[in-house]
């Protein structure tokens, strides 16, 4: 925890994203992106946490985030992803979708596009609840409980999915609906892909809590880490569906956003509203007691005891270990105690950026991943 | 001018005419104020005019002062009771330490951004802020700290030349070179190596020697060294002299005691507070309210510091904060005023209340509720209902916190409010998860009704996976059950598991889960299974299946039920019961016959 600092920044924050970096490069992350919400001129704003040239700020230390430049946003923003290197797509509460790009050389953001009503009811403003991009298509999904698909280049909407009655889910499971989204991504189809997904997610047992976040694990596709408002870490294999391979009592509060490492997927992270995130991470090849048994207890372990082996994984991950007895979990607080809700988190390499609504801004550069 | 500032203000409103009357109405930490005729003649205004006492709020920068100073004060209440107080003395140092680092560091940051040219109102707020850095300080070194005689004056100092450089750079250059720090010298750290009493020998011996030198004249041929040589003696009239160097009286009080009473004692504060304010302000000039605040402290009067800042300030941020931390070091007497709660709370409450108003920072005004033992409760259940639930997650925080605070009333009204919304946009789905949260089981009722209508006229369902995963709750209300399980005999029949399905919609009008109304609906599901080659209903559930239809006719054929039925619609429902009871008929004779044969 000693690499972590506040920086107040007298805004919600909604969503925090890293710029991506070219894979080639190999670099660590220095500019995110942040969006505000609950305020009544929202923003979206670019910030770095690289060294500056133009340093008259004796007082920041390393690592201490500047703004570069911020734009304002209409409505909250419930969902910010990167679409490349220089343009990033947000959702709005008002149930707008913009693309903005950000100029680096002159710090500047302007908007590329905006769809005003991406999603609406018939009298009133239907919240965009979460998109996802893979260039040049974004796909959307919003309380009204359609899934739209733009792109980046097109004035109009591409597609429509989801009629508005037979397939109006409850929004707060709009985020189930965000992976039969990424589904539709891949495989291109209108309506069977879709079918799929819900109903495995139809079909849990003792888990009838609305989800909040869905993650896919970065290399093997059938493994999902979703999170709700039981506060609950479920991994599923999709390819068995129906139930949760384990089931963790992850938070005491909901869990707003999951996500695995995207090049150490043997880690993942999780935060929640009760203000604490949490950094999880298997342990393949070790005799110890799986901690997935019964999966009751979140104890918190200090970070150090067990390194992660390397070399080989095996081809089912430790992630899927159940009750096997193979694997074993380690959990770290990455915060210190007593912030108020982490809204959102992304992770880079070693980089880890999160956002409360204490106002405050939390960066941590050296996450032993 | 630092002293200035902390007054009474009348506010213009620049708006309304001259000579006309003013109406106003209290809000929510601000007031509306209209033009109003108290004739009936004449043209009005149509406009109101929103007066808000508290603009800090609103302040991007003072926000940060807002939400880090609500990270302090969480950890100070958090810190346990148990421990024996000299334990706990330098954490509440600390903790001062860092509320006056939060007030200094937004400071800091106002003045880079008020910069050149200089605006006004960001110089107002940067010396409100030094006036309030300067009091906590002082109310630290006083109170908190408690420093004894010794250490007293060596906090002091330190006090003193912390604001005198915030003030006046030029004059910490010039005061550096007359600076008594040299002379510091002289003394070792205090508690340290000497106790008081031989240290005071010590100065006293010293103090005659700078006597003696004077009186010998042996500074005589230098102007400036003798002027130093009085100084040092605490020569009253030599230091009025440098009045514009010492720029307060506080800095003059510090300076004689300084030179003539470097052990004066806590107790003996005011006696010298008192004369050198007065020596040091013309007596024209009436005190300003920060030197009736400061003078309050030296005298130790807590209570009346607080009075004078609360009528100072605009805003209950530095009185709540510093109250609060005052109690926690038990310096408070509980002080129980005329509404039945302490000061502290009071005051806490106050602030957590103006919180309240702020469209973002209401969130952080919670946990000032929650420790305030007792009003704090009711504070926030009235305040919570009127946050405005723009989107669902801002709706799901409020109601976590509702929830985690066992609000339930609370939770309705919220869970009610956002049903009540999606079922206006036609959501049905999402309405009942709303009142399944909210454990509402008339609402669930209502929305189940209605999903039920749907199906009558559109023939299938809409949100069937939240139906589909009721649960338990599907035991909220009957409506909601027989929803479930109307459903879940579709799904039956949708699986081809006839014999389940049928023993289901049986059971769901023999066990009165269905409402009379739908047993139409119901029966006429039950055609197409009795329809079937194959025989899935019992004789017996034959039979039970007409008794249900027959109680059904006879209320249908009673004189009260509605007469207003067209001739159309009373044929169709005849047709309907007559092919109910052919098709009834029939599988109960099939039935029969297949119950009798034995299978060889």
Known sequence: MENINAKYVSQKISKTRWCPVSYSSLQQPEVFATGSWDNEDNKVSIWSIGNHNNSGLEDGFEGDPQILCEHKHGGDVLDLQFLDQERMVSASSTGAVTIFRYHPNTHTISVLQHWARAHSYPCDNAPCTALVCSSPEIVTVGEDGRIVVFRADQEGAVRVIGEMRTRMLPPHKESSLKLSVVFVRECRQQHNSRGDLPKDHGGFDGDRAPLHCVDRHPNQQHIVATGGQDGMLCVWDVRQGGTPISLMEAHSAEMWEVRFHPTNPDHLFTCSEDGSLLHWETASHSEMPSFLQGGRNSSVISHGALTPAGGNRPLSSAWLCGDSGKGCLETTHMLPSQTMSVNSLDIIGQCLVCGTDGEAIFVNRHVPV | ?600
């Open chain 2, 1 to 600: 001018d630092l002293k200035s500032v902390l007054s009474l203000s009348i506010q213009n409103i620049p708006a309304l005419r001259r000579g006309k009357h003013m109406g106003f109405a209290w809000g929510q930490g601000n007031i509306f104020v209209y033009e109003t005729l108290f004739k009936a003649t004449g043209s009005g205004s149509p406009f109101i005019h929103e007066v808000r006492k508290d603009e800090d709020i609103y302040s991007p920068i003072l926000r940060k002062l807002f939400n880090e100073s609500h990270h302090i004060f969480v950890g100070l209440q958090t810190i346990r009771e148990d421990l024996p107080s000299k334990n706990k003395k330098p954490q509440f140092v600390s903790i001062s330490k860092n509320y006056r680092s939060v007030i200094r560091a937004c400071m800091e940051e106002l003045q880079q951004v008020a910069g050149y040219p200089l605006i006004r109102s960001v110089l107002l707020q940067v010396s409100i802020l030094l006036a309030i850095e300067l009091i906590w300080n002082l109310c630290e070194v006083l109170f908190i700290d408690a420093a004894p005689a010794g250490s007293l004056l060596l906090h002091l100092l330190d006090w003193v030349r912390l604001h005198k450089a915030d003030v006046d750079e030029k004059a910490r250059d010039v005061l550096q070179s007359d600076s008594p720090a040299e002379h510091r010298d002289y003394w070792d750290v205090p508690g340290g190596t000497q106790t008081l009493t031989e240290f005071d020998v010590k100065w006293r011996h010293w103090h005659e020697e700078v006597d003696r030198c004077l009186q010998d004249n042996s500074f005589a041929s230098n102007q400036h060294l003798e002027v130093l040589c009085k100084i040092l003696l605490g020569d009253e009239d030599t230091l009025l002299e440098h009045k514009d160097l010492l720029g307060t009286w506080y800095h003059f009080l510090v300076s004689r005691l300084l030179f003539c009473h470097p052990t004066v004692k806590p107790t003996e504060l005011h006696y010298y507070a008192q004369s050198c304010m007065t020596m040091f302000l013309d007596s024209r000039s009436a005190p300003e309210p920060l030197d009736s605040i400061l003078l309050a402290a030296f005298e130790f009067d807590i209570h009346q510091v607080i009075k004078d800042c609360s009528i100072a300030l605009n805003n209950w941020w530095f009185v709540a904060h510093l109250t609060d931390l005052l109690d926690h070091c038990k310096l408070l007497q509980s002080h129980n005023l005329h509404f039945g709660s302490n000061l502290r709370e009071f005051l806490l409450l106050e602030y957590a209340s103006g919180l309240f108003t702020h469209h973002s920072l209401w969130q952080l005004a919670v946990d000032y509720f929650d420790h305030c033992l007792e009003f704090g409760r009711v504070y926030l259940e009235l305040q919570i209902e009127r946050v405005p639930l723009d989107t669902e997650r801002k709706a799901l925080k409020v109601l976590r916190i509702c929830e985690q605070r066992q609000m339930s009333e609370q939770v309705r009204s919220i869970c009610k409010i956002m049903a009540m919304r999606a079922l206006r946009n036609n959501r049905l789905g999402s309405a009942l998860s709303w009142s399944i949260r909210a454990k509402d089981a008339a609402f669930a009722t209502l929305i189940s009704e209605r999903f039920l209508q749907d199906y009558c006229a559109k023939g299938t369902f809409s949100d069937l996976d939240l139906i589909d995963n009721l649960g338990p709750a599907m035991l909220l209300s009957d409506r909601l059950t027989f929803l479930g399980k109307y459903r879940e005999f579709h799904k039956l029949y949708g699986e081809k598991r006839f014999k389940e399905a049928a023993k289901l919609l049986l059971s769901l009008m023999t066990a009165k889960i269905a409402p009379r109304s739908f047993w139409m609906t119901l029966l006429t599901d039950a055609l197409p299974l009795l329809e079937q080659k194959e025989v899935i209903f019992s004789a017996d559930q034959t039979y039970e299946l007409m008794f249900c239809l027959e109680e059904l006719t006879s209320s249908l054929n009673t004189p009260s039920s509605d007469s207003d039925k067209s001739m159309q619609e009373e044929d169709v429902e005849l047709t309907k019961v007559e092919l109910l009871r052919l098709a009834l008929s029939r599988n109960l004779a099939m039935a029969i016959v297949k119950e009798g044969t034995v299978e060889t």
